[in-house]
């Protein structure tokens, strides 16, 4: 059973656009929620977090929204750049355990 | 800032053969991760740490050994290497257990099994 489901699984939008990446949970323990983006030949890097006691977290032009009643979380990225391309992972976790657990990805392609 | 480092980059071996995966960090943090990363699957954890000598089972341990000999080194073993184990692994690590610090991810090991 896969506790935490991403969609779409590859997106291309062109540059200056609005990305849009969502993610769905099973577990309602779960209270932590972090994006990692992934460069080719890179390990991946925390690009934006958020705890279930909030529902939105702004950092530039990320955004990730949580949505604790549906269990569903999203990354948008505004005015998406080439830069952006890369894998988009969302994860989860309770802040109790010790174990991150990792969606499947979603591989972005922002062209100019 | 964070540096975790991995060695081999690239590993060939051949069914049956032993191989061993290192990694360290210079971080100072006592938890440290093991994934493995197929098209498809995402990051999908194998075994992690809280410090020295301690060792967790994660989600998909079957087929590995691990061994966290100091603070620095994590090492991940696979005494009878299959080729369903061929695939990217990273090692990670962080301040606070997964639940809530930030991972910190090294280069990756690409490792072939024929």
């Known amino acids: 059973q896969q506790q935490v489901r991403q969609s779409p699984q590859s997106l291309t939008v062109w540059e200056g656009g609005t990305t849009v990446l969502t993610c769905s949970y099973e577990d309602s323990t779960f209270n932590y929620f972090p994006w990692y983006q992934q460069f080719p030949g890179e390990g991946p890097a925390l690009l934006i977090s958020i705890l279930s006691v909030s529902d939105k977290k702004e950092d530039g032009r990320f955004t990730t929204f949580f949505n604790k009643r549906e269990k569903k979380l999203s990354l948008h990225i505004i005015d998406s750049q080439p830069g952006d391309s890369a894998t988009y992972f969302c994860?989860?976790?309770?802040?109790?355990?010790?174990?991150?657990?990792f969606g499947d990805g979603t591989v972005l392609t922002v062209k100019p | 800032e964070a540096a975790v480092t991995q060695s081999p980059r690239n590993k060939v071996t051949v069914t049956g053969g032993n191989v061993t995966l290192s990694c360290r960090q210079t971080n100072s943090h006592n938890y440290m991760y093991w994934y493995r990363q197929d098209t498809g699957h995402g990051l999908r954890l194998i075994h992690y740490?809280?410090?020295?000598?301690?060792?967790q089972i994660g989600d998909v341990p079957d087929g590995y050994k691990a061994t966290r000999t100091t603070q620095e080194d994590f090492f991940l073993l696979l005494e009878l290497a299959s080729p369903s184990q061929t695939s990217l692994y990273f090692c990670?690590?962080?301040?606070?257990?997964?639940?809530?610090?930030?991972?910190?991810f090294g280069p990756g090991t690409r490792l072939t099994v024929l």
């Open positions: 740490s809280y410090g020295a000598g301690n060792l």
């Open positions: 990670a690590s962080s301040d606070a257990p997964g639940g809530r610090g930030e991972q910190y």
């Open positions: 994860a989860a976790s309770n802040t109790n355990t010790g174990k991150l657990t």
